[in-house]
């Protein structure tokens, strides 16, 4: 079993950068396809990034919404997965959660609880 724990959310202005950060526990990440969602209030859960094992390239790939803006990493070591979000925008405001599955394609069998961002205007 994987668990896995967001933190890193807050409040911040327009304009603004957070990084968020998942830590797992339970089993290590280096071979799990990791990825990071959002829901924001009264919306469905939407895909925000995410980044394929090292032994595959560290491959990256983002929703078109934070092409430019948001970097997704990890950290093999730390057991870490990162998002890195600059020019922050109101209508990034969510919970961001991160998942893990493994292989390249299928659901997400493990998922954090979730941080709260906020980017007021």
């Known amino acids: 079993q994987v668990q896995l724990v967001e933190s890193g959310g807050g409040l911040v202005q327009a304009g603004a950068s957070l990084r968020l950060t998942c830590a797992a526990s339970?089993?290590?990440?280096?071979?799990?396809?990791m990825a990071w969602f959002r829901q924001a209030p009264g919306k469905e859960r939407e895909f925000v990034a995410r980044?394929?094992?090292?032994?595959?390239?560290?491959?990256?790939y983002y929703a078109d919404s934070v092409k430019g803006r948001f970097t997704i990493s990890r950290d093999n070591a730390k057991n870490t997965l990162s998002l890195q979000m600059n020019g922050l925008r109101p209508d990034d405001t969510a919970v961001y959660y991160c998942?893990?599955?493994?292989?390249?394609?299928?659901?997400?069998?493990?998922w954090g609880q979730g941080t709260q961002v906020t980017a007021s205007s």
């Open positions: 980044i394929t094992p090292s032994w595959t390239g560290l491959s990256t």
């Open positions: 339970g089993r290590t990440l280096s071979r799990y396809n």
């Open positions: 998942a893990a599955r493994l292989g390249d394609g299928g659901t997400y069998g493990y």
